[in-house]
């Protein structure tokens, strides 16, 4: 059963940076589209960062040079690491999963992916 665990987040001000983390378990799959979205109340769910096993990347365009994922092959981790972030960063952020690779863009739909972590906030204050 896979499985999905986030952690990392907390509060900080504006300008500082978090790294999440999401260590994978149960993992069998030989591909993948893996990545973050993130959500506040009220909204939908945003598409924040993505990677496929082929190591394509694709951000959206509010967090592009800001943000960084990554995956550690030898922990099966992924990994948001989060530079000058903002206000408008505040949000709960969920690590997710799918093995079929598709379409893996920041645009993907929350829909599209079959696993999901149980989310953790960002709080970030001006």
């Known amino acids: 059963q896979v499985h999905l665990m986030e952690s990392g987040g907390g509060s900080v001000q504006a300008g500082g940076s978090l790294r999440l983390s999401c260590p994978i378990t149960?993992?069998?799959?030989?591909?993948?589209?893996m990545g973050w979205f993130r959500q506040t109340p009220g909204k939908e769910r945003e598409g924040v960062a993505f990677?496929?096993?082929?190591?394509?990347?694709d951000y959206a365009e509010s967090v592009k040079g800001r943000f960084t994922i990554s995956r550690d092959n030898a922990k099966n981790t992924l990994y948001l690491e989060m530079n000058s972030l903002t206000p408008e960063d505040t949000a709960m952020y969920y690590c997710?999963?799918?093995?079929?690779?598709?379409?893996?863009?920041?645009?993907?739909?929350?829909?599209?992916?079959?696993?999901w972590g149980q989310g953790t906030q960002v709080t970030v204050s001006s």
């Open positions: 990677i496929t096993w082929g190591d394509h990347l």
């Open positions: 997710v999963a799918r093995p079929k690779i598709g379409f893996c863009y920041a645009s993907a739909t929350a829909a599209s992916f079959d696993y």
């Open positions: 149960g993992w069998t799959y030989s591909t993948f589209c």
